[in-house]
């Protein structure tokens, strides 16, 4: 059987993501088995997830994925390149994986390819880094870079999925890994939109539905603002997570903590994702602005994107500091895993060159970075847990005590 590895973070799980794992399935013959590598609480356009990482693990298990493994927080919160490089990794590691399927903009995995191997020159790398020190977005960044190098076929670095397809590419060079990438064209909705098949859609409906259409703990009534972006079985875990207080989750649910934790950090400078001036800003507005939404105006200008000042504020909020991702991620984190996944399991125990945690207690064991950032990772669960509108679910400690879902 053939193995391919995604790289997602289904915020949360909708018929574009479904559509994807079909056609990857169809493409490699029809009985691929699926391993995600998914996103946790935190996502990468530097917010909370709007379910948390096991129901969305469960999404995905029971829409058609095979096994869902964590990418740990600082790399989800990171770069594209550090997100992608995060995501590669770990399927490399495992030692069963054969692809990486992606949607992208083109659907045309050789330009993409061709893309990397410029996007690795020196060449181009001598055009990017003027542009980074800018403040300039990543994306931005890359764009300019590829238009000194490439001149008109430099287009191909101009929609985000394209950027993140060339950034798994990179990572698949740079790993010397025998992966071989795979693309279709994105299905719905474009990148961060608020139409079609997209994650931001569905989340623009839920923030907007709130009550008034039985999105209340404790009710059982399906939102029927979602009927005709999620699949059944995602809907169904939707409707879980609302009734039992656990869901939507938006960060301005748990403003005070974030505000907490924004007051205490010492040295912004520290902070992954700060440069040019940002570490200042920070520092000053942090003290301060009275809200989130304050502090982020506060820090906008041209040469910084929305999205980055988000990663910031958040990795600032979790203490995230940039000696987490100068080391690539120390373990494999198991969130759930259907039964094709649990056989999947055996294979990787025999070939992984990474521990596998399946129980999260067996952390101890490994010691060293392994153990730290997973204790990170518990501490950012319980920042996140305190969006929930039941108070209960807001203890501390969740993360020693979720085991990963199986699919009967």
């Known amino acids: 059987m053939k193995i391919v590895g995604v790289i997602c973070e289904y915020n949360p799980f909708h018929l574009g993501h479904a559509a994807h794992i079909e056609n990857t399935r169809f493409l490699l013959g029809g009985d691929a088995g699926v391993i995600c590598v998914m996103s946790p609480n935190f996502v990468q356009r530097g917010d909370f997830a709007v379910f948390n990482k096991h129901a969305r693990a469960k999404m995905a298990i029971l829409s058609g994925a095979d096994l869902v493994l964590e990418l740990p927080t600082p790399f989800a919160l990171s770069s594209a390149e550090s997100f992608a490089m995060g995501g590669v990794y770990i399927l490399e590691k495992l030692g069963i994986c054969d692809y990486i399927s992606f949607s992208s903009e083109s659907g045309n995995v050789e ?39 490439m001149g008109a076929d430099a287009d191909v670095f101009s929609t985000p999925n394209n950027v ?67 699949p059944e079985s995602s809907l169904s875990v939707c409707e879980d997570e609302i009734r039992l207080g656990r869901g939507p989750v938006f960060i301005e649910s748990a403003e005070q903590a974030v505000l907490s934790r924004l007051r205490a950090v010492e040295d912004f400078s520290e902070i992954l994702n700060t440069s040019g001036g940002l570490e200042h800003k920070f520092a000053k507005l942090a003290k301060t602005e009275p809200t989130i939404e304050d502090i982020l105006r506060g820090a ?83 920042l996140y847990s305190l969006a929930y509108q039941d108070v209960p679910g807001r203890a501390g400690g969740s993360e020693w005590r979720v085991s990963p879902f199986i699919s009967s």
């Open 300 to 382: 906008k200008s041209k040469r910084f994107v929305m999205s980055r000042l988000r990663r910031i504020l958040i990795c600032a909020a979790l203490g995230i500091t940039k000696e987490y991702t100068e080391n690539p991620p120390p373990y494999i984190r198991v969130l759930a895993a259907s039964k094709v996944g649990t056989d999947m399991l055996g294979s990787m125990r025999k070939k992984a060159s990474l521990p596998i945690i399946t129980k999260p207690a067996s952390v101890y064991k490994l010691g060293g970075f392994a153990e730290q950032m997973f204790k990170f990772e518990a501490s950012a669960t319980d």
């Open 111 to 149: 330009s993409l390819k061709t893309a990397a191997q410029v996007a690795l020159s020196d060449d181009f790398r001598e055009n990017l880094r003027p542009w980074l020190s800018r403040g300039v977005s990543y994306a931005t960044a890359l764009q300019k870079a590829a238009e000194a190098v």
């Open 164 to 230: 993140l397809g060339i950034e798994y590419i990179k990572a698949i060079n740079e790993l010397s890994s025998k992966m071989e990438p795979i693309t279709m064209r994105r299905v719905g909705g474009e990148h961060d939109s608020d139409t079609g098949f997209s994650a931001s859609a569905v989340r623009l409906r839920l923030r907007e539905a709130g009550a008034e259409t039985g999105c209340k703990t404790g009710q059982r009534n399906r939102p029927p603002v979602l009927l005709d972006l999620l």
